[in-house]
């Protein structure tokens, strides 16, 4: 998935209350973002509910800094009878260089819920 090619699920300026004694972001800070930004790319897909059932392995490349830009793409690579997996690219946007780098990426899996709370078939794409 190009990043230049697609609109960011979700855009979030990191700030200082999300930093480690490192002063560099909190890696469960991303990993939150990173499923808030998976179920956006569920329900682009048409799933009006979803649930996480799993998150693959994340491997931080880069820290993500305070003031930074952190953009996350969110696109469906696989579609089951009530479960879809989105994969997560993160992409930080350093304000103190002008630099982009790659943070990470995670495939996350998804249930489909309906109304009564039970898993419920993916709809077709539209």
Do not use: W
Not at 1 to 22: C, K
Not at 32 to 57: E, N, Y
Not at 97 to 122: F, L, Q
């Amino acid at each position: 998935m190009s990043t230049e090619l697609r609109d960011a699920a979700i855009r979030v300026l990191m700030m200082p209350r999300d930093t480690n004694h490192h002063g560099t972001i909190f890696g469960g800070v991303i990993l939150s973002h990173i499923d808030q930004a998976g179920a956006v790319g569920a329900i682009r897909r048409g799933c009006r509910q979803v649930v996480t059932v799993a998150m693959d392995k994340v491997v931080f490349a880069q820290p993500v800094e305070v003031g930074d830009l952190v953009s996350f793409y969110a696109e469906v690579v696989h579609v089951g009878r009530t479960s879809l997996k989105v994969q997560v690219m993160v992409e930080a946007d350093r304000r103190s260089s002008g630099e982009k780098v790659a943070v990470t990426r995670a495939e996350v899996t998804y249930v489909h819920i309906g109304a009564d709370g039970k898993p419920a078939a993916v709809p077709p794409a539209s």
